[in-house]
């Protein structure tokens, strides 16, 4: 593993040291990948938690954890471009960076890239992608995708319209404790009939059976 460790100061050593064992008991006893260690690295940097905080720095080591397939450190590249923190903005190598992510299966990654295609970032606006990538996002449990669903069903922006889907997606979002999302699921009480109500629940039943919530479920850097 060749991560200059004799050129570091003392205490980060120290601090790669203790992550790697504190993060990898969280992993099942896994001992931590280059990248791993070096996405741990990044985050250090990143929160200034055990030494001085550095965004250019952070971005520079989950740049290279990211090169290496880290999906986690590819999805935090993907955040950097698209705020400009520790990089100039760059929506298309933020999408770049999402798509990467997104791909691995990143949940968060997915809801940003569904994003960037509602909002024009990856060029002309695309309803169409926006609604598959919240679809796979919203499938692992991420709250926010759901919600969107929830929205486009009940509009019928970029799907058909469809209130029994739009109620299943916002009773799903809504297990999170969110009460405006309550408040727009219990709106459709009014437009449902007692069986399509009963139907739609149904639904959200088998949803969570099938569908496990997702590790990286709403992970913010």
């Not at 991560?3 to 570091?8: A, I, N, P, Y």
């Not at 933020?94 to 970032?121: E, I, T």
């Not at 449902?192 to 629940?201: C, P, V």
């Amino acid at each position: 593993m060749k991560l200059g460790f004799f050129t570091m100061p003392l205490i980060l050593l120290v601090i790669l040291i203790i992550a790697d064992q504190s993060y990898a008991g969280k992993k099942d006893n896994h001992t931590l990948t280059e990248a791993e260690l070096l996405y741990v690295f990044g985050c250090e940097y990143y929160t200034g938690d055990q030494v001085q905080q550095d965004y250019k720095q952070a971005v520079q080591l989950f740049r290279k954890s990211a090169e290496k397939g880290f999906a986690e450190s590819q999805f935090r590249m993907g955040v950097a471009y698209s705020i400009g923190k520790g990089e100039v903005q760059d929506y298309s190598q933020a999408a770049k960076w999402f798509k990467k992510a997104a791909d691995q299966n990143h949940a968060d990654a997915q809801f940003r890239l569904g994003l960037f295609h509602l909002l024009g970032y990856c060029g002309a606006k695309d309803l169409s992608q926006a609604i598959q990538w919240f679809q796979k996002a919203a499938d692992q449990g991420h709250v926010n995708a759901q919600i969107y669903l929830g929205n486009s069903y009940g509009s019928g922006d970029g799907v058909p319209q469809d209130f029994m889907k739009a109620y299943l997606w916002y009773n799903l979002a809504a297990a999170s404790g969110n009460e405006e999302v309550k408040k727009k699921r219990d709106a459709f009480l009014e437009v449902l009939d007692f069986a399509q109500i009963a139907e739609a629940q149904k639904m959200a039943a088998d949803w969570t059976e099938k569908h496990p919530v997702n590790k990286y479920n709403q992970v913010k850097p």
